[in-house]
């Protein structure tokens, strides 16, 4: 049980602590426990290896710098394999094994499923790999929050942008997931609101999709732009390959989880340079958009300092991490100074009175949480030749 400045007074502990930190920091174990889920295995493994650094860093250079409330975090991950239930045991684990101040899910499947139990004592801060809509609900998903825009937000980005160049017509390609299946509806009302015809719904596997099959369905559609969705590292490449060596012209688009450079620069060096164009939403800037992007420069030193072979690049999946991570930080240390019990629904109230946050390097603005998400994205296209990810969009408030 959290106690605060008052309670210790009235006990006398706090007249024998010698730090000269807050009392609800003395009051506290000896660590803040973080702790995460991430598909090292599974069908998503690369991602979930690529995200893992985020988790061993941020200990690392928190607790270089005092810690937070002049007290170190520990980190502890481990392998979902992208199963919702191992994911869940986990989290299970985890908190029987302490106080528990942050948990960072794998998924959409992980996020649903806990939902519902994360109340009374069973109550954590919960970020995750997930921006799926049903977490913009703070009267119901009072602990979970995403670090971006919804699923449904990407989808209504992406159909503005498509709007803004005069486009007509559009397909819905996505997996037969969660994952996929969670932005189609609004998607469809966004785009009927903008004039836009979805002359093509096409759902396939998570993996292992029959592209050939879903290529002649995309040639018969016909559309000018096709928004992918529910894929990480496979598939999607596979289809727009299998779209270019069938001649179609149509303008692939993805949201955030097929906008990796390190995947596109892969696909590029096996397969040739049927990615250029490619476009997609981004709630963040790249790592390599260093101008006025303090955080970004403090990072990357921080990397070169425990490895001098760091590339210079940070995975688009792996900031995603980060900013969960930095989110809860940036909650804790406002909960420590106002001197209040470190309990989620504090957390969650700091979380959600932020406005105008200049995160140091993320977002090309000063952004706002609000419904537990920030509303606010950027459409970027690839190129082939430089391997860069370029804005070809303005910031796009949802």
């Known amino acids: 049980m959290a106690l605060n400045r008052r309670t210790l007074l009235k006990t006398g502990a706090a007249l024998t602590a010698a730090s000269m930190a807050p009392g609800i920091v003395r009051a506290e174990g000896a660590h803040w426990r973080v702790a995460a889920s991430l598909p090292m295995t599974g069908p998503f493994a690369t991602a979930g290896q690529l995200v893992a650094p985020a988790f061993s860093e941020f200990e690392q250079q928190v607790n270089d710098n005092g810690g937070i409330g002049g007290k170190p975090i520990r980190v502890e991950v481990a392998d979902s394999g992208y199963i919702p239930r191992n994911a869940l045991a986990n989290f299970q684990r985890a908190q029987a094994a302490g106080d528990l101040h942050f948990y960072y899910g794998d998924s959409t ?41 919804t699923y449904e937000d990407q989808f209504e980005i992406l159909l503005r942008d498509i709007a803004n160049k005069g486009g007509k017509t559009v397909a819905f390609v996505y997996s037969d997931t969660e994952f996929g299946r969670d932005p189609i509806e609004h998607g469809r009302q966004v785009a009927a609101e903008l004039g836009i015809d979805v002359v093509l719904e096409e759902v396939t596997r998570a993996e292992g999709a029959d592209i050939e099959n879903h290529v002649t369905k995309l040639a018969q559609a016909n559309p000018e732009y096709t928004i992918l969705q529910g894929y990480v590292t496979g598939v999607w490449p596979q289809l727009i390959g299998g779209a270019r060596a069938f001649g179609l012209t149509t303008q692939f688009m993805g949201t955030f989880w097929g906008m990796e450079k390190i995947i596109a620069d892969r696909v590029t060096e096996q397969a040739g340079p049927f990615l250029d164009g490619y476009q997609g939403v981004m709630p963040y800037r790249y790592f390599y958009d260093q101008d006025d992007a303090p955080f970004y420069q403090e990072l990357g030193a921080f990397k070169r300092s425990v490895n001098p072979g760091f590339s210079g690049y940070v995975t688009a999946w792996e900031l995603e991490g980060r900013l969960c991570l930095e989110l809860w930080k940036l909650c804790m240390e406002r909960v420590i100074e106002a001197d209040k019990e470190v309990t989620p629904d504090n957390l969650m109230a700091e979380l959600g009175a932020i406005r105008n946050w200049d995160s140091g390097g993320f977002f090309g603005a000063p952004v706002d949480v609000v419904d537990n998400k920030i509303g606010q994205g950027r459409v970027y296209r690839y190129d082939a030749e430089t391997r860069l990810y370029n804005p070809v969009s303005d910031w796009i408030q949802v």
């Open 109 to 149: 499947g992980f996020m649903e499923l806990v939902g519902p139990t994360l109340t009374g004592d069973n109550a954590v801060m919960m970020g995750s790999t997930s921006f799926a809509s049903a977490l913009s609900d703070p009267a119901n998903r009072p602990y979970q929050f995403m670090a971006g825009p």
